[in-house]
């Protein structure tokens, strides 16, 4: 790996050292402080040294003058004269450790108190408890409810008793689930919410999405029915709104005004459409087929979503929603589950069939967010002498393991102090597995895993088994920033690297739809036979050129190949190897055969090592527009490249690129929600400085990015494709 050793090797390891030995490095730009009886907001700023204005943009449930509670916890930014934030209990016991730990509400709606409500009608209502209420609408603790007052309703991941009013419990059937059905299809086609769903069947997994075919799940029959054999009902009612007209009924439902008043006598009688009237509207049957992933994408219905945003963010009217999904004459409710047609596009992404929400991280966090990350990566730092540049300079050059742990780390400290400056308070703590299993034992004895948020490495896969299985028992996510490869029992790893195989069929999929009229011809080794199969079956008349290999040479026949050549069609060349002399010798034949006459193109499903020899010129492969996916895109001069060069005095490598990266993308999504387990199922593909990440889950063995890049070499210069 090429990298640039005085600047670079100086700045680095004496970070390295400063971190290792603090154990920890924080970007602090929030504290919080428990409010004391009769301590007023006037002496926590002065504690603090911030102004009162500067606390109450981060504490929006405290207001000018009014009393703080006692226990109230307050979010302070930019503490500069803080002293300890731990208090002692009277048991001697910290703030910290006596205060229990709350679950957080995913979202809130509003309510407006009505004449004779109490806190615990309300409270039954959301299915939440009165201090729920209070504990997001703080005047409750020092005044009465009010008419017309406007509570916030904070919104759990709770299965609502309203939602299970027609379900007996004692009235189930068993499901088997069918190839390719998911929980959103299945629950759409029972009627229920996803909530629902995982109260029918406490043994699913709260953690992952996963159904495997035949799998069995109890479902609520429907009175007098069945789901195989449900006949759609001919009329619904409906309750005229205000300001209902005919237009807007014929726009929402498809059905004409003339037959709405033939269906309905007393909107004559009465004169038209009034306020609250219940009329009859024809429901049309949709023959929309199975209800699977082959035919259909499910999107679930969010708290606080109206009929003008779904529609909006789905790219359908909602005419055409109501016909797929004819539950929705009831109005929409939050944990429906919504079907759209497979070809469906809008301002959204699809994963596994499911329609994911995009959401703007940086728009998104949360500011009172503390993430706590452990690195634990093989500096070696045994291996170094420290009062020796040139020792430490030949160690890193000669150990692959020190040099990307030092560029991974480096790109991870650019990252945090990037989130630093939104105003997120990072812990971090940083240590040296030397490549060692037991080194890495040793080091995970002394910590207690549940204190962090996530873990970063280590690189090699005994570790990364041992650091996965001690942090699952308390779920805590390990990212393994390098490949690694995939074991059992780990279904809390984050496999950062896409797959082989993944890139392989990403960039097949690319070139389904170029490859009509072109001459293919397959170059391949023993060792990749089988790549060069999947490329035949893939593409119909592909050429195969036969290898000569011998114990310490390979070579192909010259003539044989250029007789494969067409001069009428565009020729396609797949060159899957990994020997670092084949790849120089062929990309000049196919170079020299690459003329005004004949054209010839280059491509490779496997760009690895053998590729980057310094015998394969750069000309050529431009010249034959050589194409392969990637994990990686090439990085520019962008904000991340100016503050590396300006902290290390070196340009980034890979390595330096993908510590930012990753780190970044797990700090935003940390402070945006301090689950990295839950938020994978919320986010779609995220993407930054010169990689993508979209993470999908595997019930077994963890979380896999199936992002990737379509790379080019064009004018001298790879660029991405774009497909």
């Avoid at 201090?131 to 299965?159: E, F, G, H, T, W």
């Avoid at 689930?177 to 629950?187: G, M, Q, Y």
């Avoid at 950062?496 to 195989?501: D, H, K």
């Amino acid at each position: 790996m090429g990298i640039t050793m005085n600047g670079y090797l100086k700045n680095i390891v004496l970070l390295l050292l400063l971190a290792l030995l603090s154990c920890k490095a924080t970007a602090q730009k929030f504290t919080t402080h428990k409010v004391k009886q009769g301590e007023s907001l006037e002496e926590v700023s002065k504690r603090y040294g911030v102004s009162i204005a500067d606390i109450l943009v981060y504490n929006k449930e405290i207001k000018v003058g009014q009393d703080l509670r006692a226990n109230m916890v307050l979010v302070i930014p930019n503490a500069t004269n803080a002293t300890s934030v731990t208090s002692e209990t009277k048991a001697g016991t910290t703030t910290a450790e006596s205060t229990e730990e709350q679950e957080e509400p995913y979202a809130f709606t509003s309510h407006k108190v009505k004449r004779k409500e109490t806190l615990y009608s309300i409270s039954k209502r959301y299915n939440i408890t009165e201090d729920d209420i209070k504990k997001y609408n703080r005047d409750l603790y020092s005044m009465q409810l009010k008419k017309k007052m406007v509570l916030r309703i904070p919104k759990y991941r709770r299965v609502d008793p309203r939602d299970m009013e027609t379900i007996d419990p004692n009235d189930y059937e068993t499901y088997t689930v069918a190839l390719k059905e998911t929980r959103w299809s299945i629950a759409h086609k029972y009627g229920i919410t996803i909530d629902s769903l995982l109260v029918l069947n406490p043994d699913l997994s709260k953690t992952s999405n996963y159904l495997r075919e035949g799998q069995e799940l109890k479902l609520p029959i429907k009175a007098g029915s069945s789901i195989k054999n449900q006949e759609t009902q001919l009329y619904v009612s409906y309750t005229v709104p205000a300001k209902m007209n005919f237009y807007q009924l014929e726009k929402k439902f498809g059905v004409k005004s003339d037959e709405i008043v033939r269906l309905n006598p007393q909107i004559s009688e009465q004169g038209g459409l009034k306020e609250d009237m219940v009329i009859r509207i024809p429901q049309r049957k949709v023959e929309a087929g199975e209800v699977n992933t082959d035919n259909f994408i499910f999107y679930e219905v969010k708290p606080k979503q109206t009929e003008y945003s779904l529609t909006r963010k789905l790219g359908v009217t909602y005419k055409e929603l109501l016909k797929l999904n004819p539950s929705l004459q009831d109005g929409l409710k939050a944990g429906m589950v919504l079907k759209l047609p497979k070809t469906q596009t809008g301002n959204f992404e699809v994963r596994n069939s499911l329609v994911l929400d995009k959401i703007d991280l940086l728009d998104s966090i949360n500011p009172a967010s503390k993430p706590k990350v452990l690195f634990l990566l093989p500096f070696r730092l045994d291996r170094m002498d420290m009062s020796s540049k040139a020792n430490m300079e030949d160690t890193i050059q000669k150990r692959n393991d020190a040099s990307a742990s030092l560029g991974l780390y480096s790109g991870a400290l650019i990252a945090v102090d990037s989130i630093a400056d939104l105003g997120i308070s990072i812990d971090i703590k940083t240590l040296d597995n030397e490549l060692s299993l037991a080194k890495t034992k040793e080091l995970l004895a002394r910590e207690n895993m549940a204190d962090y948020s996530a873990v970063f490495g280590p690189l090699d896969p005994p570790s990364v088994q041992e650091v996965a299985t001690r942090a699952a028992s308390v779920q805590v996510p390990v990212l393994a920033p390098i490949p690694v490869r995939s074991l059992n029992s780990m279904p809390n790893v984050f496999f950062t690297y896409t797959g082989q195989q993944v890139l392989r069929d990403k960039m097949f999929s690319y070139l389904d739809s170029l490859a009509i009229d072109k001459n293919i011809i397959v170059i391949a080794d023993a060792k990749n036979d089988t790549v060069a199969k999947m490329i035949m079956q893939r593409f119909p008349e592909v050429k195969r050129v036969e290898l000569k290999e011998e114990e310490k040479n390979i070579s192909m026949d010259l003539e044989e190949f250029t007789e494969l050549l067409s001069t009428e069609q565009e020729n396609w060349v797949f060159l899957e190897t990994d020997n670092e002399k084949l790849v120089p010798s062929v990309s000049s034949i196919l170079n020299s055969n690459n003329t005004e006459e004949i054209m010839v193109r280059m491509f490779t499903t496997n760009r690895n090592k053998a590729f980057d020899s310094d015998a394969i010129s750069v000309s050529h492969l431009s010249n034959l527009n050589f194409t392969y996916p990637s994990v990686y895109r090439e990085v520019g001069n962008n904000s991340f490249v100016k503050r590396y060069e300006k902290r290390f005095k070196s340009r980034p490598d890979r390595f330096a690129v993908r510590g930012f990266d990753i780190t970044y993308d797990l700090l935003l999504k940390l402070a945006y929600k301090n689950d990295m387990f839950a938020i994978s199922k919320l986010i779609g593909e995220t993407e930054y400085s010169g990689n993508k990440f979209s993470y999908e889950k595997d019930e077994a063995s963890g979380y896999y990015n199936t992002s990737s890049y379509i790379m080019s070499y064009q004018d001298m210069r790879i660029k991405e494709i774009k497909p």
